[in-house]
């Protein structure tokens, strides 16, 4: 029951984000479709550079399709739906939490529903229409595999942004060092460097929650195995687990607007 | 007079930028060290195979493309020459002549910071400093010879800005076109065909592949440095002439706040 009604407010919330997005349909297009060339010049690049002209690597180019796709998707999903996540770091400076935090609901629901990135829906659009087609391709199995994926690799990825969003809360100034995590993660997940690697630095990536966004469901879309499946759902309960503790743990050490202020004057 | 003094003091104060609060530059600029790690570790895997480069060139190549390219377009300074404009139309100076001469300065201290890096982490790949000396000369010239052109490329975007507000969303794939097809991840002489012969003739091969080949080997490749300089004249000429358009069709149409 209490799902549903969260289901809906993020629902409502977002209606009333994508009619703001919409107000102006130059700019909700010039946005998508600015993204949507981001994102394809950066994957015909790398595929330019790595792939192209290269038969002996067919495998390791359909697994790096697959992974940026999924990475686009899920990443998109994020930034539009629950937007709010990714800029908790900065809400937590400026004490941007105080609304949320007279709320009866969840203060990171509550956060997370606060803002929606147009040019985002250029991942969503780009991601969600080549993972279709992947999976109309694939067939039903496949299919299926593709969307617990998808569920897993979303998950991970708000685990991400919400983690990188709790270090002000121990350390002052994140602001120049989260974006250069963000890249790192972002990195790992969408550059084939990764794919195929022996399991002992796969393990290492699980434990710092970068593998769990793409590179280990990738693995698991290309050689589908329950080994693989019980890796990935191991790592997305342990950074869910971390992120939760890591966020009521920092919850405690917030500093209200009024706080923050005195802080700054003194 | 003091309008030349004025453009030069402008540039060497967004030239001190990066050099003011170094700690958190420094923080910031960790993923240059991590870019050029990465992509030449992933060049490695992948493509070494029947190439000139080995991972040490392959390294310095990574390490000037990603100095060039992390400070090419940077959405925050192609912004903030539009948000005084109205104010600055008011001036006796050049607004054109102001977005040059500052984003030569923000450009050109971020990119001797990132070499200021590149000449720390180079050991710590086995690539010795003192043979090393004439690429990071040639690195710091290319960095002076490319600041105009980089400058032009910023000053056309904020233009635009004054034109058409929806541009600020192509900022990122027009400098992604520069980093796919300019060869920033990698060599373009080692692309396959036939992405390689198209590529080499595009301009970002000039900004980006040709200045990378002349910091480590010298010269350009496949072609003269005379050839390579008249194209980037020619690349700054057409840049100039677009961001003059823009700039005079953005100052007639121009609505200041309530417009």
């Known amino acids: 029951m209490r799902f549903w009604r969260s289901l809906r407010l993020i629902l409502t919330a977002n209606r009333f984000h994508f009619m703001a997005h919409w107000s102006t349909p130059a700019h909700f297009w010039a946005g998508v479709i600015g993204m949507f060339v981001n994102n394809f010049l950066a994957l015909f690049g790398v595929w330019a550079m790595l792939f192209a002209g290269k038969p002996e690597l067919a495998v390791q180019c359909d697994a790096y399709l697959v992974l940026n796709l999924l990475t686009m998707l899920t990443f998109g999903l994020l930034h539009v739906f629950l937007g709010g996540l990714t800029e908790l770091d900065k809400q937590v400076v400026d004490g941007g939490l105080d609304s949320v935090l007279v709320s009866s609901r969840n203060p990171l629901l509550m956060m997370s529903i606060t803002q929606s990135h147009l040019p985002s829906w250029g991942d969503v659009l780009m991601g969600g229409v080549g993972l279709v087609i992947l999976g109309v391709r694939g067939g039903f199995v496949f299919s299926f595999e593709l969307l617990l994926m998808v569920i897993c690799s979303f998950i991970g990825f708000a685990c991400v942004f919400t983690l990188l969003g709790c270090v002000p809360f121990w350390f002052s100034r994140p602001e120049r060092l989260n974006p250069v995590l963000i890249n790192v993660v972002l990195a790992f997940n969408t550059y084939p460097a990764l794919l195929d690697y022996p399991n002992r630095f796969r393990w290492f990536l699980v434990l710092g929650p970068v593998a769990v966004v793409g590179l280990i469901p990738t693995e698991f879309l290309s050689h589908p195995s329950l080994s693989v499946l019980a890796l990935e759902v191991l790592g997305v309960v342990m950074v869910v687990s971390l992120t939760l503790v890591l966020f009521s743990l920092g919850l405690k050490r917030y500093q209200s607007t009024p706080m923050i202020s005195l802080r700054r004057g003194a | ?259």
């Open chain 2, 1 to 259: 007079m003091s309008s030349a003094r004025y453009y030069f003091k402008l540039a060497w104060f967004r030239f001190r930028e990066p050099f003011t609060d170094w700690k958190s530059t420094l923080v910031g600029h960790i993923l240059f060290v991590f870019f050029v790690w990465f992509l030449s570790w992933m060049w490695l895997r992948f493509s070494a195979k029947n190439t000139q480069f080995t991972f040490q060139t392959i390294l310095l190549y990574v390490g000037v493309t990603e100095l060039l390219f992390l400070t090419f377009l940077r959405a925050r300074s192609i912004q903030d020459g539009t948000e005084d404009f109205a104010l600055f139309l008011a001036r006796p100076r050049s607004w054109i002549l102001r977005e040059l001469f500052s984003h030569v300065g923000i450009a050109g201290g971020a990119r001797l910071f990132y070499l200021l890096i590149l000449v720390v982490i180079t050991p710590f790949f086995g690539i010795p400093i003192l043979p090393s000396l004439g690429f990071f000369a040639r690195t710091l010239g290319l960095i002076i010879l490319l600041a105009p052109a980089q400058a032009l490329i910023s000053t056309l975007f904020s233009a635009l800005l004054l034109n058409f507000s929806q541009t600020r969303y192509f900022i990122l794939p027009i400098s992604k076109i520069f980093l796919s097809l300019g060869g920033v991840f990698g060599p373009v002489s080692d692309f396959g065909e036939p992405y390689r012969s198209i590529f080499l003739n595009l301009p970002g091969s000039d900004l980006f592949f040709q200045a990378a080949h002349i910091a480590i080997f010298g010269h350009p490749f496949e072609q003269s440095f005379a050839e390579w300089f008249l194209r980037i004249l020619v690349i700054c000429l057409g840049l100039y002439l677009c961001a003059l358009f823009f700039y005079l069709r953005g100052r007639r149409r121009f609505e200041a706040w309530g417009g």
